[in-house]
T-cell receptor
Framework: AQRVTQPEKLLSVFKGAPVELKCNYS??????LFWYVQYSRQRLQLLLR??SRESIKGFTADLNKGETSFHLKKPFAQEEDSAMYYC?????????????FGKGTMLLVSP | ETGVTQSPTHLIKTRGQQVTLRCSSQ?????VSWYQQALGQGPQFIFQ???????GRGNFPPRFSGLQFPNYSSELNVNALELDDSALYLC??????????????FGPGTRLLVL
């Protein structure tokens, strides 16, 4: 069975502080990991995927297979980063891919 | 490029009723997945449709059913509604068979309230 754990419901930081949103996963195969973000009154949107290895809006995430983690990091938080962040795992079972989401972490960046 | 759209945006039903939710996939996408997001939870996979057939299913009872049409749009039907079915229902589209495009793109959701 595949599972995604986001241990923090809420993370509150000040503008300019570093941010790390934690994500751990459980999957027997080779996973694809994603971070999705939901800003207030907007739809769920893709922030980044591990196979792209790119930085979006200053965020990066590295897949650590040894620790089964995919933590999301940003060196200097901005107020506009305040949103709900979901870590998700894509596993292929029986020929189809489905996303398993964590419960999400609310990031609040204060001025 | 047109994004994923869903209708209606909000819906109120009573226990025992039936509901149909609709989704139009993003241009160029052939696969639609449905998710249920209860308050304070992450989205949970209901099922996926590809080539007009159910391609996979999560842990949801048979009263949750769906359809996909030749234009790749999709419907989610829920029979015999229960109070616990109150949630945000999300539709996501992707392009099956293309690893890069298997990334799922979400619609704005339909918020269902069952009284």
């Amino acid at each position: 069975a595949q599972r995604v754990t986001q241990p923090e419901k809420l993370l509150s930081v000040f503008k300019g502080a570093p941010v790390e949103l934690k994500c751990n996963y459980s999957y027997s195969g080779s996973p694809e990991l994603f971070w999705y973000v939901q800003y207030s009154r907007q739809r769920l949107q893709l922030l980044l995927r591990h196979i792209s290895r790119e930085s979006i809006k200053g965020f990066t995430a590295d897949l650590n297979k040894g620790e089964t983690s995919f933590h999301l990091k940003k060196p200097f938080a901005q107020e506009e980063d305040s949103a709900m962040y979901y870590c998700a795992l894509s596993g292929s079972n029986s020929g189809y891919s489905t996303l398993t989401f964590g419960k999400g972490t609310m990031l609040l960046v204060s001025p | 490029e047109t994004g994923v759209t869903q209708s209606p945006t909000h819906l109120i039903k009573t226990r025992g009723q039936q509901v149909t939710l609709r989704c139009s996939s993003q241009s160029g996408h052939n696969t639609v997945s449905w998710y249920q997001q209860a308050l304070g939870q992450g989205p949970q996979f209901i099922f996926q449709y590809y080539r007009e057939e159910e391609n996979g299913r999560g842990n949801f009872p048979p009263r949750f059913s769906g359809l996909q049409f030749p234009n790749y749009s999709s419907e989610l039907n829920v029979n015999a509604l229960e109070l616990d079915d109150s949630a945000l229902y999300l539709c996501a589209s992707s392009r099956n068979g293309d690893r890069e495009e298997e990334t799922q793109y979400f619609g704005p959701g339909t918020r269902l309230l069952v009284l």
